[in-house]
């Protein structure tokens, strides 16, 4: 079992940048690909980006190609989510969610276990 939470969402203005960080309970985290998604309000959950158990593997929706970054550090069990150049188009709640071992998938139904979420506002 795995517990996901997630931190640092908040409002920002365009342009601006956050960074979110997804903290890990249990073992084993490093056996884990880990995953970004995002809801905005009357929208399916979206992929944004993953990341492989050891870090050498990053995957990127196109809408935030270039603009953030997944990282992650297995002696802390967190991932985290470099967010730069933010747009209000970005704005949505965003869940960390983790797979068991294989490959790192933009699948929603492949992930194991998911966070509560962390709400990004962005304002123009």
């Known amino acids: 079992q795995v517990q996901l939470v997630e931190s640092g969402g908040g409002l920002v203005q365009a342009g601006g940048s956050l960074r979110l960080s997804c903290a890990a309970s249990?073992?084993?985290?490093?056996?884990?690909?880990m995953a970004w998604f995002r809801q905005a309000p009357g929208k399916e959950r979206e992929f944004v980006a993953a990341?492989?158990?050891?870090?050498?593997?990053?995957y990127y929706a196109d809408s935030v190609k270039g603009r953030f970054a997944i990282s992650r550090d297995n002696a802390k069990n967190t991932v985290y989510l470099q967010m730069n150049s933010l747009k209000p188009e970005d704005r949505a709640v965003y869940y960390c969610?983790?797979?068991?071992?294989?490959?790192?998938?933009?699948?929603?139904?492949?992930?194991?276990?998911w966070g509560q979420g962390t709400q990004v506002t962005v304002t123009s």
């Open positions: 990341i492989s158990w050891s870090g050498g593997k990053t």
């Open positions: 969610a983790a797979r068991i071992g294989g490959s790192i998938t933009t699948s929603r139904g492949a992930y194991d276990y």
């Open positions: 249990g073992r084993s985290f490093s056996n884990y690909s």
